[in-house]
């Protein structure tokens, strides 16, 4: 059977290494923040070529940790897209920040820079809130406009966190992802491209005050004295158990990634509306996603799919800015097309490093089948 994602085969490659390194915590007993997690910041800082990797709990708190160190706060406004997962407009919001959405691209899903800049000035005319941020996010793997988007954040002195939850390994040229806007964010989530066996996420940034200030976030506010805090922070440590499954995968990674190559290859020979990758843009392919002309035939699809017990999901059924939560915003339904059509209309196909060629032809003949 197709898997959606193969974590067992994975598995199976870093079991025997895993195993002994999950010993050595057994023994050492430093569960959280041991020696794992600063030998895993160190490997993923040089891996995305910046000064500063910080783990902690989540993607999530990966995203809020830098907002908090910049102290964004009610009155201010962060904006975002509103096609991702929830958790990018979430952060914003616990702050008692206002997330502003912005439409993305019809051909790559991330976030579109000429509405963008429309959307900042509109918030600057409207004299209500204080443009602070921008945070892009890297969908499905691939990354935003990075050249586009920090000449704007310049224009506008706003600070740029990028979402790299998806993206951990992709590039555009020769600069990874991690690298790009103020300070970047990822997830290690199990799905996600670099997993762990949990939750957990880290932080990069070239900002040697911003990372002294992350590091602080990260274990309640505090500095040199632990039993003293400095400002107010939250537990988002990082444990050592998940750093060591990180630290495996991390071996194989580039292997997987380049595994991950092929099969967006393979899949595109065949199959014409998937995301857009522009030139010199290198995706993480966290998801395969295709768009259909209708919600009729993208559920007919996932239908057909199903009854051939072939996988998929639908990211994201619900533009964040429609959902129950974000209400109080007053977004209406039109007010984003792009990311509500996208929704209405996209699919994601299994994608992962195991899949076959075999495996890449069934689905596709199961889609071309009427
Ligand atoms: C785009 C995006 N941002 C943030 C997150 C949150 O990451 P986590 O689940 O590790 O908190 C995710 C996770 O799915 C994500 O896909």
């Avoid at 999950?22 to 023994?27: A, G, Y």
């Avoid at 041991?34 to 040089?46: D, Q, R, S, T, Y």
């Avoid at 966190?161 to 992802?177: H, P, T, W, Y």
Wanted: with cysteine; proline share 5%.
């Amino acid at each position: 059977m197709i898997k959606f994602i193969d974590l067992e085969t994975q598995q199976k490659r870093i079991r025997k290494p895993l195993e002994q390194r999950l010993k050595k915590i057994l023994d050492h007993g430093a569960y959280i923040m041991g020696p794992e997690v600063f030998e895993l910041e160190e490997k993923l800082a040089e891996y995305c070529g910046v000064k500063h990797a910080i783990s902690c709990s989540s993607g999530t708190d990966a995203l809020l940790i830098p907002l908090m160190a910049w102290g964004i706060g009610p009155g201010d406004a962060v904006f975002t897209t509103p096609f991702t997962y929830h958790a990018t407009a979430e952060v914003i919001s616990i702050l008692g920040a206002t997330p502003v959405f912005v439409d993305v691209y019809e051909s790559t899903f991330n976030i579109d820079c000429e509405k963008l800049e429309i959307e900042i000035k509109r918030i600057i005319k409207e004299g209500k809130l204080k443009p602070k941020a921008i945070i892009p996010v890297d969908l499905f793997g691939l990354p935003a406009r990075y050249r586009l988007i920090d000449k704007i954040a310049k224009k506008y002195n706003l600070k740029v966190l990028e979402d790299a939850a998806q993206s951990f390994g992709a590039s555009i040229g020769a600069k990874r992802v991690g690298s790009f806007g103020d300070v970047a964010a990822t997830s290690f989530y199990p799905a996600k491209p670099l997993g762990c066996y949990g939750d957990g996420g880290a932080i990069f940034t070239n900002d040697d005050h911003l990372a002294e200030e992350c590091k602080a976030i990260r274990i309640h506010g505090t500095k040199a004295d632990r039993y003293n805090s400095e400002r107010i922070g939250l537990n988002g440590r990082f444990d050592s158990i998940q750093a060591a499954v990180v630290l495996e995968k991390l071996t194989i990674f580039d292997e997987e990634l380049e595994r991950r190559n092929i099969i967006d290859a393979n899949y595109r020979e065949y199959l014409n509306n998937a995301q857009y990758h522009p030139e010199g843009y290198q995706s993480a392919h966290a998801l395969f996603s295709i768009v259909l002309s209708s919600n009729h035939k993208r559920n007919e699809l996932i239908e057909r799919l199903n009854s051939n017990n072939i996988p998929s999901v639908t990211y994201y059924k619900n533009p964040i800015h429609l959902m129950r939560a974000f209400h109080y915003l007053n977004y209406q339904k039109g007010s984003l097309p792009i990311s509500e059509s996208l929704s209405n209309s996209i699919v994601s196909l299994p994608m992962h490093p195991y899949l076959s060629k075999t495996d890449v032809s069934l689905i596709i003949e199961t889609i071309q089948r009427k």
